[in-house]
C-alpha cells in the first residue's frame, strides 16, 4: 500500500513540476501573459484525462501530463497556453448563448492560429504544418481567424459531424466542461477584460516581434485581442432606448378583471359586467432618424444590410407603433435625400427600392444641421435620437445636440477618429450585415446602452 501511495505522490510531484516549467517557458518567452498566467493557479483533478480552466484554476489529471509530456514535452504549455488564451480572448464567457458544438470548433481553431502564426519554438507540436495549412485555407472564407468570424462562417456553412471532428483532430487540446457552469467561472468577465486590456497594452508597449516571435507575426494575436476588448452593445436594447409613451388601441389585460367578467357570462347570458379597456400606454419606437453616410467607403450592400438590420428590429409588434415618424437622410459632405418613413410599409418599400446618393467626402454636420431645421420646423414632437451608420472618418460636430446619437461604424478601427465624448460609438461587423435577415442577431455578451444614455440625460441636466 506504501508503494503505490509513493507511486502517486511522485507522479503528482512531476506532474506539478512539468506544469511549472510550462508556465516557466510562457512567461519567459511572452512576458505581456504574466499578469494573466499570475490568475489562474494549476490543480490536480485526477480522472479528468486532459486539461480544463473555470477562470481561476487550470485543471489537469496528473497520468495525462506526465504522458503527453514524454511523447511531446512541448504539448502542456501548448495547452497551458490554449487555455489561457480562451481566458483571455473571453471564450468561455460567452458559452450560454451560442451554438456549442460550432462555438467549441471555433475556439479552438482561433487560439491554435494565434500560437502558429506566432511560431514560438517552445509550443511546436508535431502536424504544425498540416494545422497551419488547414488554418490558411479556412482564413480564405473567413478573414481574420477570430472566434466570433469562425463561428458566423460556420453558422453559415452548417458542417457536419465528420468535419467538425476534422478540425477536433488538428485544433482539440483543452476541455470545454467549466464553460457551460456560470458558478465555476469564479473570475467575473469584467476582471478578465482588464487583463486582456493589459495584455494588449503590453503588446503595444515594446517591440512586437520581441514577444511575438521571431518572426514578428502578431497579426491573429491582436486582431482576437481587438474582437476580445470591444465594447459590446445590445443593438436592439439600443432602439429601445428611443422609445416614446404612446397610447394605442389594445386590449389591456393588466387592468381586467376575469372574475366579474366571466360571472357576468355566467349568470346573465351573454353579458359580461365589465368590459376590457380598450386601449393602454405603452412604450414603441416613435421618432428617430436614421442618417447613413454616402461617402465612397460605405457599400450599398453593406448599407442595405444595416438598414435591413436596423428594420427588422423595428418592426417587431412590441417594437414599433404603426404610425411612426422616421427620417432616412443620406448624406456624404452635403445632406443627398430624406426618406420619411410613416408606417411598416413605408419601410418596406424604402428597403425593396432604396438607391444611395452621393459618394463624395465625409462631413457628420450637415445631418446635424438639417435635422435641427426640421425639429425648428416642428416636424418632430418628440425626437429621441439619430444613429449615423459610417466608416467615422468625417468632421464631427462640436455642439452636443438635443437628442441621443449613435454612430454605428463598420469593423474596428483604431485609426478612426475619436466620436465626441457626447455620442456613442457602436462596432458592427461586416460579415453580420452581410447576413442580415438571414440570421438571428448574437446577442451573447453584449452589454447595453444604458448607461451611456443615463450619463446623456445627466450631461443635458
Given at each position: 500500500m506504501e508503494t503505490s501511495i509513493s507511486k502517486e505522490q511522485k507522479t503528482a510531484k512531476l506532474a506539478r513540476e512539468v506544469l511549472r516549467l510550462s508556465g516557466d517557458s510562457i512567461v519567459m518567452n511572452m512576458r505581456f501573459l504574466d499578469v494573466a498566467l499570475s490568475k489562474i493557479r494549476p490543480a490536480s483533478k485526477p480522472g479528468l484525462k486532459g486539461m480544463a480552466t473555470d477562470g481561476r484554476t487550470l485543471w489537469y489529471d496528473d497520468a495525462f501530463v506526465l504522458r503527453r509530456y514524454k511523447r511531446e514535452p512541448a504539448y502542456i504549455a501548448r495547452c497551458c497556453l490554449h487555455s489561457l488564451l480562451h481566458l483571455v480572448f473571453y471564450h468561455p464567457f460567452r458559452y450560454?448563448?451560442?451554438?456549442?458544438?460550432?462555438?467549441?470548433?471555433?475556439?479552438?481553431?482561433?487560439?491554435?492560429?494565434?500560437?502558429?502564426?506566432?511560431?514560438?519554438?517552445?509550443?511546436?507540436?508535431?502536424?504544425?504544418?498540416?494545422?497551419?495549412?488547414?488554418?490558411?485555407?479556412?482564413?480564405?472564407?473567413?478573414?481574420?481567424?477570430?472566434?466570433?468570424?469562425?463561428?458566423?462562417?460556420?453558422?453559415?456553412?452548417?458542417?457536419?459531424?465528420?468535419?467538425?471532428?476534422?478540425?477536433?483532430?488538428?485544433?482539440?487540446?483543452?476541455?470545454?466542461?467549466?464553460?457551460?457552469?456560470?458558478?465555476?467561472?469564479?473570475?467575473?468577465?469584467?476582471?478578465?477584460?482588464?487583463?486582456?486590456?493589459?495584455?494588449?497594452?503590453?503588446?503595444?508597449?515594446?517591440?512586437?516581434?520581441?514577444?511575438?516571435?521571431?518572426?514578428g507575426n502578431e497579426d491573429s494575436l491582436e486582431k482576437n485581442l481587438a474582437e476580445a476588448v470591444r465594447d459590446r452593445y445590445d443593438y436592439g436594447d439600443i432602439l429601445r432606448r428611443f422609445m416614446v409613451t404612446g397610447e394605442e388601441i389594445h386590449p389591456n389585460d393588466e387592468e381586467f378583471d376575469y372574475i366579474y367578467y366571466t360571472y357576468g357570462l355566467g349568470q346573465y347570458g351573454n353579458m359580461p359586467l365589465v368590459e376590457p379597456l380598450e386601449y393602454k400606454d405603452i412604450k414603441k419606437v416613435k421618432e428617430f432618424v436614421i442618417a447613413i453616410d454616402t461617402s465612397a467607403?460605405?457599400?450599398?450592400?453593406?448599407?442595405?444590410?444595416?438598414?435591413?438590420?436596423?428594420?427588422?428590429?423595428?418592426k417587431s409588434a412590441e417594437n414599433f407603433f404603426s404610425k411612426v415618424n422616421v427620417h432616412i437622410v443620406q448624406c456624404d459632405n452635403e445632406v443627398q435625400?430624406?426618406?420619411?418613413?410613416?408606417?411598416?410599409?413605408?419601410?418596406?418599400?424604402?428597403?425593396?427600392?432604396?438607391?444611395?446618393?452621393?459618394?463624395?467626402?465625409?462631413?457628420?454636420?450637415?445631418?446635424?444641421?438639417y435635422v435641427d431645421e426640421l425639429i425648428e420646423?416642428?416636424?418632430?414632437?418628440?425626437?429621441?435620437?439619430?444613429?449615423?451608420?459610417?466608416?467615422?472618418?468625417?468632421?464631427?460636430?462640436?455642439?452636443?445636440?438635443?437628442?441621443?446619437?449613435?454612430?454605428?461604424?463598420?469593423?474596428?478601427?483604431?485609426?478612426?477618429?475619436?466620436?465626441?465624448?457626447?455620442?456613442?460609438?457602436?462596432?458592427?461587423?461586416?460579415?453580420?450585415?452581410?447576413?442580415?435577415?438571414?440570421?438571428?442577431?448574437?446577442?451573447?455578451?453584449?452589454?447595453?446602452?444604458?448607461?451611456?444614455?443615463?450619463?446623456?440625460?445627466?450631461?443635458?441636466?
Open positions: 450560454g448563448d451560442v451554438e456549442v458544438t460550432y462555438w467549441d470548433a471555433a475556439a479552438d481553431i482561433a487560439v491554435e492560429n494565434v500560437m502558429l502564426e506566432m511560431d514560438l519554438h517552445f509550443i511546436k507540436l508535431h502536424k504544425d504544418t498540416e494545422r497551419k495549412a488547414a488554418a490558411a485555407a479556412l482564413k480564405t472564407k473567413c478573414g481574420a481567424l477570430t472566434a466570433e468570424k469562425i463561428y458566423r462562417y460556420f453558422l453559415r456553412e452548417k458542417p457536419d459531424e465528420e468535419e467538425l471532428a476534422g478540425w477536433k483532430l488538428l485544433f482539440h487540446r483543452d476541455e470545454h466542461m467549466f464553460w457551460n457552469m456560470p458558478e465555476q467561472l469564479e473570475i467575473s468577465l469584467a476582471e478578465w477584460k482588464k487583463i486582456s486590456e493589459r495584455v494588449r497594452t503590453d503588446i503595444r508597449t515594446f517591440s512586437k516581434g520581441k514577444f511575438t516571435g521571431k518572426n467607403s460605405c457599400r450599398g450592400k453593406i448599407v442595405k444590410g444595416f438598414l435591413h438590420r436596423t428594420y427588422s428590429m423595428m435625400s430624406d426618406v420619411m418613413i410613416t408606417s411598416d410599409e413605408d419601410f418596406e418599400a424604402y428597403i425593396r427600392t432604396g438607391k444611395l446618393t452621393g459618394f463624395g467626402a465625409t462631413d457628420f454636420r450637415p445631418v446635424f444641421a420646423k416642428k416636424r418632430f414632437e418628440n425626437l429621441k435620437g439619430l444613429i449615423y451608420f459610417t466608416d467615422g472618418y468625417g468632421v464631427y460636430p462640436e455642439k452636443m445636440p438635443d437628442y441621443d446619437v449613435i454612430f454605428a461604424f463598420l469593423n474596428e478601427d483604431e485609426r478612426r477618429p475619436a466620436v465626441p465624448h457626447w455620442a456613442l460609438p457602436v462596432v458592427l461587423e461586416e460579415e453580420e450585415l452581410e447576413d442580415a435577415g438571414e440570421q438571428v442577431m448574437p446577442e451573447n455578451g453584449e452589454k447595453t446602452g444604458a448607461s451611456y444614455l443615463e450619463n446623456r440625460q445627466d450631461q443635458r441636466r
